[in-house]
């Protein structure tokens, strides 16, 4: 079966530790992202890549970091400077080109930290 | 930043009914698309609609997309309670690449 897998689903973690959350997608895209959902808001994007090796910021950068080794692989780490880190995350991937593309979600990773 | 702006925030209705969901947006597009979630899961692709159609369907979905208002408009026909679910706009804009920037979302529920 095609598509992106998000892991824990659930993650619990104490305030000042980072915390990587995993995303893997078999559906040989070469763009992936990363967005953040808080209650009652829309997605904001965090991080995005186009294509291994690269990625830029998106709109709440701060606090965060992600690395593109692999085209399959795009974990995103929750650092101890991001401020408000609990949040529901997910993970998404697409096929470039021109103009933007229909975007595959994971089923996301619910991270709380105390 | 958040670019969609999506009304009503919450909508109840009598399965049969019909559900409208408007989205407005603030720059310029290359396309707009619909997405749903339902509770607690990731976003699931509906319909997209290009700055230069007026008007798309997919199944009981109906998009409408006014590009001189900036905003679009999805109407799911004879709902279902198995429509219940949050949805969301989202626009890419012109010159931004691949991103896309959601809305808020409204959430729908259908009452049998």
């Known amino acids: 079966d095609g598509g992106i897998t998000q892991s824990p689903k659930y993650l619990f973690r104490k305030e000042g530790q980072n915390v990587t959350l995993s995303c893997e997608q078999n559906l040989n895209h070469d763009a992936m992202y990363w967005y953040r959902q808080d209650p009652g808001q829309g997605l904001r994007l965090i991080y995005y890549s186009q294509i291994v090796n690269d990625f830029q910021k998106g709109d709440i950068a701060e606090g965060y970091s992600v690395s593109r080794e692999k085209k399959e692989s795009f974990p995103l780490t929750v650092t101890s400077a991001q401020k408000n880190p609990t949040a529901f995350y997910l993970c998404?991937?697409?096929?470039?080109?021109?103009?933007?593309?229909?975007?595959?979600f994971g089923p996301g990773t619910r991270l709380t930290v105390t | 930043s958040q670019q969609g702006e999506e009304d009503p925030q919450a909508l109840s209705i009598q399965e049969g009914e019909n559900a409208t969901m408007n989205c407005s947006y603030k720059t310029s597009i290359n396309n707009l698309q619909w997405y749903r979630q339902n509770s607690g899961r990731g976003l699931v692709h509906l319909i997209l609609?290009?700055?230069?159609?007026r008007e798309k369907h997919s199944g009981r979905l109906r998009v409408t997309l006014d590009t001189s208002k900036k905003s679009s408009s999805l109407l799911i026909t004879a709902s279902r309670a198995a429509d219940t679910a949050s949805y969301f706009c989202?626009?890419?804009?012109?010159?931004?690449?691949?991103?896309?920037?959601f809305g808020t979302g409204t959430q729908l529920k259908v009452e049998l």
């Open positions: 989202a626009t890419g804009a012109t010159g931004g690449g691949n991103k896309l920037t």
């Open positions: 998404a991937s697409s096929i470039p080109g021109q103009g933007s593309r229909e975007q595959y």
């Open positions: 609609i290009r700055s230069n159609e």
